[in-house]
């Protein structure tokens, strides 16, 4: 039942499942790739025990069949389940509107503005050195709302919330959440639309060459211990979501730099173009073999175990309202 479940937070072998699922860069064109299941895999990985309870799922059919039909389902699910499908939803165009600030169009639109978070470290235009983005804020926002919805007794509604508040803590672990660009990917002829087609192009590159590293290594045709980087949770001991969140941008933003550094290292030839380029498969098998790749391996781990451990914290404060 509902208000008897407890969580408990131990790391165990699980089975290698899938890794599937800026600078005026539409968010929705950059979720960290697979929050279904990285977050399917992060609480296997620490033994997150949940709810042995089914729920139907809920959602808005008009918006969902068109941007997400993965969605689209209408029988009873396992709570891990139905969190793993509607992790995935607040990058479905439901923060499209709402809220007007100027500070939009330096985030990639409405969208961009609610899922990323620059942290006052970091540089960032026009606000320099002052934090831009509502990501903690969404996050702190849904929470609540799943605790409204727990003290009414209305656990699909609650358990929907808590998904969504959960997608916007996982976005804070990627680098490209929390800070704005780099000057490698600055185009001085073009500032706006070569400068977002560029770091466009490097995002996508970034996320296609994670997911190819995870699914050959899942695949056991490489092997680099990322999936078992979940396992090794980082340790965020904060007592609300919204300073969760913040500490988390905090501490992603500081791999920006490298992970910005190293792309630009193994593919700025091929990508610094103000078109959209994607890589190939050749293009990422081919980069296994770059110079560079071997000191991008330590902060992809990194991310995974910041994720992992936001995962865990987040379940850690969950505790309290889903009852």
Same mark, same amino acid.
């Given at each position: 039942?509902?208000?008897?479940?407890?969580?408990?937070?131990?790391?165990?072998?699980?089975?290698?499942?899938?890794?599937?699922?800026?600078?005026?860069?539409?968010?929705?064109?950059?979720?960290?790739?697979?929050?279904?299941?990285?977050?399917?895999?992060? %609480?296997?990985?620490?033994?997150?025990?949940?709810?042995? %309870?089914?729920?139907?799922?809920?959602?808005?059919?008009?918006?969902?069949?068109?941007?997400?039909?993965?969605?689209?389902?209408?029988?009873?699910?396992?709570?891990?389940?139905?969190?793993?499908?509607?992790?995935?939803?607040?990058?479905?165009?439901?923060?499209?509107?709402?809220?007007?600030?100027?500070?939009?169009?330096?985030?990639?639109?409405? =969208?961009?503005?609610?899922?990323?978070?620059?942290?006052?470290?970091?540089?960032?235009?026009?606000?320099?050195?002052?934090?831009?983005?509502?990501?903690?804020?969404?996050?702190?926002?849904?929470?609540?709302?799943?605790?409204?919805?727990?003290?009414?007794?209305?656990?699909?509604?609650?358990?929907?919330?808590?998904?969504?508040?959960?997608?916007?803590?996982?976005?804070?672990?990627?680098?490209?959440?929390?800070? =704005?660009?780099?000057?490698?990917?600055?185009?001085?002829?073009?500032?706006?639309?070569?400068?977002?087609?560029?770091?466009?192009?490097?995002?996508?590159?970034?996320?296609?060459?994670?997911?190819?590293?995870?699914?050959?290594?899942?695949?056991?045709?490489?092997?680099?211990?990322?999936?078992?980087?979940?396992?090794?949770?980082?340790?965020?001991?904060?007592?609300?979501?919204?300073?969760?969140?913040?500490?988390?941008?905090?501490?992603?933003?500081?791999?920006?730099?490298?992970?910005?550094?190293?792309?630009?290292?193994?593919?700025?030839?091929?990508?610094?173009?103000?078109?959209?380029?994607?890589?190939?498969?050749?293009?990422?098998?081919?980069?296994?073999?770059?110079?560079?790749?071997?000191?991008?391996?330590?902060?992809?781990?990194?991310?995974?175990?910041?994720?992992?451990?936001?995962?865990?914290?987040?379940?850690?404060?969950?505790?309290?309202?889903?009852?």
């Amino acid at each position: 039942m509902i208000e008897n479940f407890t969580f408990s937070c131990h790391s165990k072998n699980v089975k290698r499942t899938a890794f599937l699922t800026i600078f005026l860069i539409p968010l929705n064109l950059f979720m960290w790739k697979g929050h279904s299941t990285l977050t399917r895999l992060a %609480i296997e990985k620490n033994n997150i025990t949940l709810p042995d %309870i089914k729920i139907l799922p809920v959602y808005k059919k008009e918006i969902d069949e068109r941007e997400c039909p993965h969605l689209i389902e209408n029988k009873p699910m396992r709570i891990v389940d139905f969190i793993a499908l509607h992790v995935t939803e607040p990058d479905c165009g439901m923060d499209k509107k709402g809220e007007e600030t100027f500070l939009m169009k330096f985030m990639g639109g409405p =969208q961009g503005y609610r899922h990323m978070f620059y942290p006052s470290e970091r540089w960032k235009f026009p606000l320099l050195f002052l934090p831009m983005g509502k990501a903690p804020d969404r996050a702190e926002h849904f929470f609540n709302k799943a605790k409204e919805e727990f003290k009414k007794g209305n656990p699909s509604s609650g358990w929907l919330y808590l998904s969504w508040s959960l997608h916007y803590i996982e976005d804070l672990s990627m680098p490209y959440h929390t800070c =704005q660009t780099s000057f490698k990917f600055f185009m001085w002829k073009s500032p706006i639309e070569g400068t977002t087609n560029v770091t466009k192009n490097f995002h996508y590159a970034f996320e296609d060459f994670v997911y190819y590293l995870l699914i050959n290594e899942m695949d056991g045709k490489i092997s680099l211990s990322l999936i078992d980087a979940l396992s090794e949770p980082e340790t965020l001991p904060f007592n609300d979501v919204k300073s969760l969140g913040k500490e988390i941008a905090r501490r992603s933003s500081k791999l920006c730099d490298e992970v910005f550094d190293l792309s630009f290292e193994m593919w700025g030839e091929r990508l610094k173009v103000n078109k959209r380029i994607r890589l190939s498969e050749e293009d990422m098998r081919n980069s296994l073999s770059h110079p560079s790749f071997k000191r991008l391996i330590e902060p992809l781990k990194e991310a995974l175990r910041l994720f992992s451990g936001s995962v865990l914290r987040f379940f850690y404060l969950s505790e309290a309202i889903a009852k």
